[in-house]
Nanobody, 120 residues
Framework: QVQLVESGGGLVQPGGSLRLSCAAS????????IRWYRQAPGKERELVAS????????TYADSVKGRFTISRDNAKNSVYLQMNSLKPEDTAVYYC?????????????WGQGTQVTVSS
């Protein structure tokens, strides 16, 4: 069974840093791109960052460019999101996501999320 488990969230002051982790299992991790999303109360889910299967290419939302870094360790079936210079607007539940492709369909899998709160 596919499983994604996020960790590393917490309460941090503006300007601080957090490192989120996503541990994956139940699929061939090294074959798939992984994405980080976030969702704040009352707002749409936002794609924050993505990384290709081998980790060679990354993308970021404009709102986090220069502050966040996505990476992965395929030997550990894990993906990370290093978040620096955090702002109150970064407060959200952060989710990792994978889209698995089958013969006739695509299916997205999500973790339970980890809360990030940026506040003084």
């Amino acid at each position: 069974q596919v499983q994604l488990v996020e960790s590393g969230g917490g309460l941090v002051q503006p300007g601080g840093s957090l490192r989120l982790s996503c541990a994956a299992s139940g699929f061939t991790f090294s074959s798939y791109a992984i994405r980080w999303y976030r969702q704040a109360p009352g707002k749409e889910r936002e794609l924050v960052a993505s990384v290709t299967s081998a980790g060679g290419t990354t993308t970021y939302a404009d709102s986090v460019k220069g502050r966040f870094t996505i990476s992965r360790d395929n030997a550990k079936n894990s993906v990370y999101l290093q978040m620096n210079s955090l702002k109150p607007e970064d407060t959200a539940v952060y989710y990792c996501n994978v889209e698995l492709v089958g013969l006739m369909n695509k299916r997205n899998y999500w973790g339970q999320g980890t809360q990030v709160t940026v506040s003084s």
